[in-house]
């Protein structure tokens, strides 16, 4: 399997970021990591190797980009604006940096489909919510939607459109509607076992239906566990089921 890493000096995060991509064709599957690890954690965690087979197939092309989440809202030792002026930077980040980088590496019309488990899945759905003209579908697994969970009660704007259980809500512009509702891949999968919160999942869904926003949700049972186990099945049951 093609593995190659690449890296640059990000201007948005003022710090040079990694990347590695895997696989030669497909549309582009973007990896968030969990919580405050690296652009390797789903390799080392075996994700990439349950995978491997569509991406050998050539269903997809995978790439996986590193956190700062331990420079915002994991840092305990951070103001809380300074926490969300770093998330809007990371927002930057992905939209002005790596979504070109992908489809220079591909082609223009390549699809871009964020994934991400936990703290993951908030970023691979938040991302796509707000930029659905750049990032064109996302796949969240067991995960929250309301950034106010690891806030730690700091509030401000860059909070709210942070999260997409609050900005949700009031979208009614049309055209941002329809770009939402066109995406054909809205996948939001979680487990209903040890620290897992199948009702956040719900609550999204709930939301995405009231916008007319068409979606998939996939509540999988009390032995499924909030663990890579649960990822590594979720995954490419997804991808065989769904791309």
Same mark, same amino acid.
């Given at each position: 399997?093609?593995?190659?890493?690449? !890296?640059?000096?990000?201007?948005?995060?003022?710090?040079?970021?990694?990347?590695? +991509?895997?696989?030669?064709?497909?549309?582009? $599957?973007?990896?968030?990591?969990?919580? /405050? /690890?690296?652009?390797?954690?789903?390799?080392?965690?075996?994700?990439?190797?349950?995978?491997?087979?569509?991406?050998?197939?050539?269903?997809?092309?995978?790439?996986?980009?590193?956190?700062?989440?331990?420079?915002?809202?994991?840092?305990?030792?951070?103001?809380?604006?300074?926490?969300?002026?770093?998330? &809007?930077?990371?927002? !930057?980040?992905?939209?002005?940096?790596? /979504?070109?980088?992908?489809?220079?590496?591909?082609? &223009? +019309?390549?699809?871009?489909?964020?994934?991400?488990?936990?703290?993951?899945?908030?970023?691979?759905?938040?991302?796509?919510?707000?930029?659905?003209?750049?990032?064109?579908?996302?796949?969240?697994?067991?995960?929250?939607?309301?950034?106010? &969970?690891?806030?730690?009660?700091?509030?401000?704007?860059?909070?709210?459109?942070?999260?997409?259980?609050?900005?949700? !809500?009031?979208?009614?512009?049309?055209?941002? $509607?329809?770009?939402?509702?066109?995406?054909?891949?809205?996948?939001?999968?979680?487990?209903?076992?040890?620290?897992?919160?199948?009702?956040?999942?719900?609550?999204?869904?709930?939301?995405?239906?009231?916008?007319?926003?068409?979606?998939?949700?996939?509540?999988?049972?009390?032995?499924?566990?909030?663990?890579?186990?649960?990822?590594? /099945?979720?995954?490419?049951?997804?991808? +065989?089921?769904?791309?």
């Amino acid at each position: 399997m093609h593995r190659h890493i690449d !890296q640059w000096y990000s201007p948005s995060l003022h710090k040079n970021m990694e990347i590695v +991509e895997y696989g030669h064709f497909g549309f582009a $599957l973007l990896l968030l990591p969990t919580a /405050a /690890a690296d652009y390797l954690e789903y390799e080392r965690f075996l994700l990439i190797d349950f995978i491997k087979p569509f991406i050998e197939a050539g269903k997809l092309k995978v790439y996986s980009i590193n956190s700062i989440n331990s420079e915002s809202w994991l840092n305990n030792k951070m103001e809380g604006r300074h926490k969300a002026i770093r998330h &809007q930077q990371f927002n !930057q980040y992905v939209y002005e940096e790596v /979504a070109p980088y992908i489809r220079s590496r591909t082609s &223009q +019309e390549t699809q871009i489909i964020t994934c991400g488990a936990s703290f993951g899945a908030l970023h691979a759905a938040n991302l796509f919510f707000k930029r659905p003209n750049i990032i064109n579908g996302c796949i969240a697994m067991s995960g929250l939607y309301d950034l106010s &969970q690891y806030t730690k009660g700091y509030w401000d704007d860059d909070v709210y459109f942070n999260s997409p259980m609050h900005y949700l !809500q009031d979208l009614n512009d049309n055209w941002h $509607l329809s770009q939402i509702r066109s995406s054909g891949h809205i996948h939001i999968m979680t487990g209903s076992g040890d620290y897992e919160d199948p009702n956040g999942s719900r609550y999204l869904s709930s939301l995405l239906n009231h916008k007319g926003i068409p979606h998939d949700l996939d509540v999988w049972g009390h032995d499924i566990h909030h663990d890579w186990p649960t990822w590594r /099945a979720m995954l490419p049951y997804l991808l +065989e089921t769904k791309f």
